[in-house]
């Protein structure tokens, strides 16, 4: 399993923002292999996290590479205080069972 962690300041959204972000997330949707996403927020910093997760590296490829998050990346500084992404292997996971998550019901090859 791979995922994918976007952590980002946020200035003003507008909906030229909301639009393109709604595409983006269709598209990870619609990428092969995609799992599902989660996401925070830090209220003392005011950051947010997205996580998106995929089987393979495939689908997080096809994200990469779609025009709309293109697009978003050349554009990001309309919208963020800056941004950092966090491309990485899920060797594991684990619980104590007491919560569903998406990362739980995807097979980790170890």
Known sequence: MYSATSIFGTKQFDDEFHRLDGLIAKAAKESTGYIGEDAWEDPKT??????????????????????????AKRRYSEWLDGYQVIISKVIRTYGDNTMSHIAECAPVKT
């Open 46 to 71: 005011g950051r947010i996290a997205n996580v998106y997760y995929w089987e393979s590296e495939l689908g997080l490829q096809q994200l990469i590479a779609h025009p709309n998050h293109i697009e």
